[in-house]
């Protein structure tokens, strides 16, 4: 009616119910809440159910926090005290607000993203809610203005809901595809996490207030420190960091907050024992508003120790380079390199000298032959084109003499050089010149001085062994002057044996067992005569050495028979031995002679009065020792084995241990001039180890001396050193034998034609050598050489050597009264084998064994050859 107005009201209510349960289709991350407040911030629906109240206000800190439409709120604890991480977004058409909240333990890295996702994506289901309700909203507000339009009361506006259903079509279909998004997201977020969790690069996320709350495996190997020490907070950014790096951190923090990220840079992070770890570090900014960020760091520590030896391999080098460069300076050390690809040559300054190069004269292969001496030149060649060769292992050594280019002096070069190959090609020499002028003139002046000083070495050598020769042959012929009283005694009663039974053989013809026994006691005087010629000879050193099995017991007493008739009748000798003792290895006569010289130096220490004791015992030494001359004198050493001790001991003046630590010295003597030589004690120590043993010396002065020498016992326990009975073997063995006997002695020819013939062989007797050769060249067929060795006109090496041109291969036996050892080693080289030496006199069996010996060789030979 005129004058009246009509109000019409529109309303649209939206079930809680419906938005609650639009929150709950939200795949939202485990243990997050999502919560829907209106414009006047009041709370309208919750995925909790009616936590918080619904209807209650949010937070006025939160609300406060509120910055544009989406965004995230700094870290903040509910009302339990529970450490949450929050994100929102509010609909620009109604003004709603979604927040959506994390716990802080389910929140890491990739769910910071995640949460941001869902804001921004996931929440428009509710803001698509919301528009609807604003589209019909405006629709009706449109019915409403064409109602008011009208002063006529206007019917019910009547409208179809199909685009409300439309809608929810499309919202459904867009739903799907958000879910379909969040699978995607979520499959990368978990490729992420694996690529997060194996990267060898350390990553870790921290908060603004520098506590590390996420890192992987590779950053907590890095700092030292385990995932407890995560999960507890334990972990800081700032304890990490040595002080002399918080700077170096500050700045790369503040360049990220100004770039969004630093320029990777290097530091060092500070174990929790102590070490240090070199790292390159790379810093991003997360969240501008909570300062929180992530750093990526990659250990350093194998590239800085790389880097570390580099760089001493680096200075070695130039150390290195510096020493051979002093080197090769200090010792005038020229170096050449030859590329033999490009037959580029490379001299230093030295090697230019040397070649006396002009100074701008080219360095090439031709000056280097250019230089070279003539005579020089094709042995150099030879040598370098050996050294180019792979086969001889590509080194160079060579002495040559250069002409100097320029002041055309000779000069002695040594060089030596290296050849590297490839591909079986030499391709460089690299090498060293040294002049050695100075050298070489110097080994010519030393040469001729040498020569002169060996050939006046050589005069006084063999003047001094001239006088030791002599003089140790007036010691023998000294110390057989001592014994001559006793060697005649000895002598005239194998003479008086010799006659006397001579005699009785004459008279007693007739009776052949008087006669037999007769003839032992010639055969027995004729041994001791031969024993007394050998000790002589030995004595005077005309006799050769000869190392035999002996009786140490039977020894010592022949010893004592010599001594009783030359020491005198003031001096007791004693002989003590043990029963019983092993046989010995060493020369019968040097033995008499050491221990002939101990006894009758013994005899002077006592002045001709007192008691002599020679003794011999068997000792066993298990273990090498060294016998002493005096308590502080090493003497000499005593291998283990078994030994025959010798000792001779007096009551005389005994010696001072001065006295006593030079007694072995060549020439010393205590003795007044003309009364000895001071070479007795030297050749009984001499003796002793060329036998083998060791000597002893002990004294004391007023109470006497002991010497003691160890000779080895012989190996062969079997030998005896008495002889059996003799007697020529049987004569069939020698029946038949043709041996042609060469004797410039009569009666010797007649009684050795005598022994011969009586074992079977048949003798044909030549009175000299030259009678001899007649005999064979006339055809004489003979199987054996029997001659003596000295004989007038031709001896009998000679001889022998004749025999052997005209008949090789036949076996002699060279016989002789007196030899020494140059004479048997002439004999040896002159003859070259084939013979046996026999010393005078040799008895039947002797002659007769070793004949059988010779021929039975001399056969087997012969059977050989055909």
């Given at each position: ?56 206000t949010l937070d006025p800190a939160l609300v406060g926090a509120i910055s544009g439409d989406v965004g995230m ?143 992987n495996d590779a950053y907590l190997r890095i700092v030292g420190m385990s995932r407890d020490d995560l999960n ?68 350093l520590s194998d590239w800085k120790a790389t880097d570390i030896a580099l760089a001493r391999a680096h200075e ?551």
């Amino acid at each position: 009616a005129a004058g009246t107005s009509r109000i019409q009201a529109l309303g649209l209510i939206l079930p809680r119910e419906r938005l609650a349960a639009t929150l709950a289709e939200t795949r939202l991350p485990r243990g997050a809440v999502a919560i829907l407040a209106d414009r006047q911030n009041a709370i309208v629906a919750s995925t909790q159910g009616d936590r918080p109240a619904i209807g209650s206000t949010l937070d006025p800190a939160l609300v406060g926090a509120i910055s544009g439409d989406v965004g995230m709120f700094k870290p903040f604890n509910d009302e339990i005290g529970k450490l949450l991480i929050a994100a929102y977004a509010r609909a620009p058409a109604t003004g709603y607000l979604v927040v959506v909240s994390v716990p802080e333990a389910v929140f890491a890295a990739p769910f910071a993203a995640s949460l941001r996702w869902l804001a921004a994506i996931g929440l428009p289901l509710l803001l698509l809610s919301l528009t609807l309700a604003a589209i019909l909203s405006r629709r009706l507000a449109g019915a409403l203005q064409r109602l008011g339009s009208d002063d006529e009361w206007s019917p019910r506006p009547s409208f179809s809901l199909r685009e409300v259903r439309d809608l929810s079509e499309r919202l459904k279909r867009t739903a799907l595809r958000q879910r379909q998004a969040v699978a995607v997201r979520e499959r990368a977020i978990a490729d992420l996490r694996v690529l997060f969790d194996t990267s060898p690069v350390g990553v870790m996320r921290a908060d603004a207030g520098g506590r590390v709350y996420s890192a992987n495996d590779a950053y907590l190997r890095i700092v030292g420190m385990s995932r407890d020490d995560l999960n507890q907070g334990r972990i800081r950014w700032d304890d990490l960091t040595p002080p002399e790096w918080i700077a170096r951190d500050e700045a790369a923090i503040a360049e990220a907050f100004r770039q969004g990220g630093s320029t990777p840079y290097q530091k060092e992070y500070l174990r929790p024992d102590g070490t240090r770890v070199p790292v390159l570090v790379f810093i991003t900014l997360d969240d501008k508003a909570a300062g929180t960020g992530t750093a990526f760091a990659v250990d350093l520590s194998d590239w800085k120790a790389t880097d570390i030896a580099l760089a001493r391999a680096h200075e070695q080098v130039r150390e290195s380079e510096a020493r051979l460069r002093l080197a090769t300076e200090a010792g005038q050390v020229g170096v050449f390199d030859w590329n033999l690809r490009t037959s580029e040559l490379q001299w230093d300054e030295r090697v230019r000298t040397i070649w006396a190069l002009p100074p701008d004269a080219p360095v090439t292969i031709e000056a280097f032959y250019a230089g070279l001496h003539p005579d020089d030149i094709t042995r150099v060649e030879t040598i370098i084109a050996a050294s180019l060769d792979p086969a001889t292992g590509g080194h160079y050594e060579a002495e040559f003499r250069v002409i100097g280019m320029i002041d055309r002096v000779e000069r002695h070069i040594t060089a030596r050089a290296r050849v590297w190959f490839a591909n079986q090609q030499a391709i460089r020499m690299l090498g060293t010149a040294v002049e050695v002028t100075v050298q070489r003139q110097a080994e010519a002046v030393l040469a001729r001085d040498k020569a002169a000083l060996e050939q006046l070495v050589r005069e006084r050598t063999d003047d001094l062994q001239a006088t030791q020769a002599e003089l140790a042959h007036l010691q023998r012929i000294e110390t057989l002057g001592q014994l001559a009283s006793g060697i005649a005694h000895d002598f005239n009663n194998v003479l008086q044996a010799v006659q006397g039974a001579a005699s009785l053989i004459e008279r007693r013809l007739d009776d052949p067992e008087r006669v037999q026994r007769l003839a032992q006691v010639l055969s027995e005087a004729a041994t001791r005569g031969s024993a007394i010629t050998r000790r002589v000879l030995a004595f005077s050193r005309h006799s050769e050495l000869q190392t035999e099995v002996l009786d140490p017991t039977a020894l010592l007493a022949s010893v004592g028979e010599i001594l009783r008739h030359t020491l005198g009748a003031g001096i007791d000798l004693r002989i003590e031995t043990d029963e019983d003792l092993p046989l010995l290895l060493a020369d019968r006569g040097q033995l008499e002679m050491v221990l002939i010289n101990l006894a009758t130096n013994a005899r002077d220490a006592m002045s001709g009065a007192g008691k002599l004791t020679l003794a011999a015992r068997a000792e066993l030494v298990e273990r090498e020792i060294r016998v002493a001359f005096a308590g502080h004198h090493q003497g000499d050493t005593l291998a283990p084995g078994r030994y025959i001790r010798f000792s001779v001991a007096d009551t005389g003046i005994g010696m001072t241990e001065d006295v006593l630590a030079r007694v072995t010295e060549p020439f010393f003597t205590t003795k007044p001039v003309g009364k000895g030589t001071g070479l007795g004690l030297a050749m009984v120590r001499r003796f002793a180890e060329r036998s083998g043993g060791a000597l002893m010396i002990q004294s004391v002065p007023a109470v006497g001396t002991l010497v003691t020498v160890w000779l080895p016992v012989s190996d062969d326990a079997a030998v005896v050193t008495t002889r059996p009975s003799e007697g020529p073997r049987s004569a069939v063995a020698g029946r038949g034998k043709r041996i042609l006997l060469v004797e410039d002695e009569a009666i010797l020819r007649g009684l050795v034609s005598a022994q011969l013939e009586s074992a079977g062989y048949v003798v044909i007797p030549a009175e000299s050598g030259a009678a001899a050769l007649l005999r064979l060249d006339a055809g004489e067929q003979v199987e054996l050489v029997i001659s003596d060795l000295s004989m007038p006109g031709m001896d009998g090496i000679a001889l022998m050597q004749e025999v052997q041109r005209r008949r090789p291969g036949l076996p002699a036996i060279l016989l002789t009264g007196f030899v020494n050892e140059d004479t048997a080693l002439t004999a040896e080289k002159a003859l070259g084998g084939g013979f046996f030496l026999l010393r005078k006199p040799v008895t039947q069996l002797q002659l007769l064994e070793r004949v059988a010996v010779l021929l039975e060789g001399a056969a087997a030979w012969r059977a050989n050859l055909g």
